[in-house]
């Protein structure tokens, strides 16, 4: 397995490419923004997208889903706790943020814990509550790998200011559920650098 990605959007979104390096099945974590680039991308490398998962529904992360999953026709996949945010373009931000509403409608809803098979690999959603109501993060055990949002970043944590987000819920849902994960677990996250589940143990200022 290898993961790729692009910074995509007004806010510098990172969009995850994880791909199965034997048949290049491919699966796709928050497509931010241009779509059209994203699918360039899929096609220039070969690569088979399978499935489409969202780790929240803000419209940094959700602008390009639908051109995205209907011209390739793969399913989307999100925590069902995300519905109306996905359902609402003010709840989301995109209404003012673009000055129109961007919407999302799953083909699959997701519960916590729940394991899909995809692309060759297994992936748990962890629901992770505080940024927003229903943000996610999705972990492959198998590959030690953590895809993060924006609930936990390089030496910080996601914002809680925007609707349905809450500080307490945030801290609570990385101490409980990403802080028992493994020191090497690497970590994804929504925006900025990468990092591991150890060193965000050790220097987060939120946590230790």
Not at 46 to 56: D, E, Q
Not at 131 to 143: K, P
């Amino acid at each position: 397995m290898s993961i790729k990605s692009m910074v995509l959007g007004p806010v510098q979104t990172n969009v995850f490419f994880v791909i199965n390096d034997e048949t290049k099945e491919t699966v796709l974590f928050d497509p931010a923004y241009a779509g059209e680039r994203i699918i360039k991308y899929l096609e220039d490398n070969g690569l088979t997208l399978k499935a489409v998962f969202l780790t929240h529904g803000h419209f940094d992360h959700i602008t390009a889903v639908s051109s995205v999953a209907e011209a390739l026709k793969v399913p989307v996949y999100a925590a069902r706790s995300e519905e109306r945010l996905l359902s609402d373009g003010q709840l989301n931000e995109s209404l003012g943020s673009y000055g129109y509403s961007v919407t999302v409608k799953p083909d699959h809803y997701l519960e916590d814990g729940d394991e899909t098979d995809v692309a060759g690999m297994k992936i748990k959603m962890i629901e992770t509550p505080g940024h927003t109501e229903g943000s996610c993060c999705y972990y492959l055990e198998e590959q030690k790998v953590l895809i993060s949002g924006d609930t936990l970043f390089a030496g910080s944590v996601g914002r809680t200011d925007l609707p349905t987000g809450s500080m307490k819920k945030l801290l609570d849902s990385i101490e409980s559920k990403l802080m028992a994960l493994p020191d090497d677990v690497d970590v994804y996250p929504g925006h900025g650098e990468f990092t591991t589940i150890g060193y965000e143990r050790k220097w987060n200022p939120f946590f230790g």
